[in-house]
């Protein structure tokens, strides 16, 4: 092998690794997908609410609704693909015992308990979606989050668990952890780490999608010790619900602070997010890392929404991959 252990590409392709969960990680890869077509989702699992939560509770398996919404975004660019995305997307209505579920927890649960497999299981479902890349789990067991939150009205401490309960929190979040402390990693997800070109971190609700990666012992290894450039996408919203209070160079002092050894070559934030951009140019820089400040929301007749346009943000990882100057406009 090369260098730092990763493999020969071929026709100088990129291979890049996203790491996240949610509707965050989904924006990422319907922007990398665009960039290169050597992708692998490293998916959080520690959902333990909806459709997710009542299939771990009653199968005792990973929550499936991440992963299938990963699926989801790499399916492929095709009538055929188009059409599989629906179905694993078509969520039942009513009061029977089906209603909330997605068609597309329910089987990838069934592949589950055929294969026995996580891995295998998502693998046969990003076949029949013929999936632009592959989805992983970062632990093969299902998780569960807890944090420590601040009342910013009194200061006033209390314990939240449940990825559910952390992502709609009004308070401060000062702690999180995972239950299991010290879960097992899936190593499939860290021969992706070790083996990428570049490893993407958000965007995504930060405490429950992405810190999680950074409490998994031999992922965080993973992640700090890769020979692959690293990239960070701040959200949108930097103070929003499960960060409120937060400003975007405190989100990435939260990486820091769970993993003391990160180094970043990369941050992608939309101007809209930042509040004070020399405080954030300088966060990034004690990380290693250049500030590439681009317009990545999508508009909509005319004015800017609250998510992230597929295109934009591939034009910013194109400009992030080929090495193009940070962003050095305003002070």
Do not use: K
Not at 259 to 264: E, I, K, N, V
């Amino acid at each position: 092998m090369p260098p730092g252990g990763r493999r020969a590409r071929r026709g100088g392709r990129v291979a890049v690794t996203a790491l996240g969960g949610g509707h965050g990680l989904s924006a990422s890869l319907q922007a990398l997908r665009h960039v290169t077509d050597d992708l692998t989702a490293v998916v959080t699992v520690a959902d333990d609410g909806g459709s997710s939560g009542r299939l771990r509770e009653e199968f005792g398996v990973l929550p499936p609704g991440d992963l299938r919404m990963a699926l989801s975004a790499l399916c492929d660019d095709s009538g055929w693909g188009h059409l599989w995305r629906d179905v694993l997307q078509h969520r039942f209505a009513g009061d029977g015992p089906l209603a909330g579920h997605p068609l597309g927890n329910l089987l990838i649960v069934a592949l589950w308990q055929l294969l026995e497999d996580p891995s295998d299981g998502l693998r046969m479902v990003g076949e029949l979606l013929g999936a632009q890349g592959r989805v992983l789990p970062m632990s093969d067991d299902p998780l569960r989050i807890e944090a420590d939150v601040v009342d910013p009205a009194d200061g006033t401490r209390s314990l939240v668990v449940g990825q559910g309960h952390v992502a709609t929190t009004t308070h401060r979040v000062e702690t999180v952890r995972l239950v299991p402390e010290r879960p097992r990693a899936n190593p499939e997800a860290v021969a992706a780490v070790l083996d990428a070109d570049w490893v993407v971190l958000g965007p995504g609700s930060w405490f429950t999608s992405v810190c999680p990666h950074l409490l998994v012992p031999d992922l965080a290894e993973a992640l700090q010790s890769t020979a692959a450039r690293r990239c960070v996408t701040l959200n949108l919203e930097a103070g929003g619900t499960e960060t409120v209070g937060y400003r975007c160079e405190q989100m990435l002092e939260v990486l820091g602070d769970l993993a003391p050894q990160l180094t970043l070559d990369a941050v992608v934030v939309d101007p809209s997010a930042v509040d004070d951009l020399p405080a954030l140019r300088a966060t990034a820089a004690r990380f290693g890392a250049g500030l590439h400040v681009r317009e990545v929301c999508e508009v909509v007749d005319g004015r800017t929404t609250a998510r992230h346009s597929p295109l934009r943000l591939a034009a910013a990882y194109a400009d992030v991959f080929a090495g193009r100057p940070a962003d050095a406009r305003r002070n």
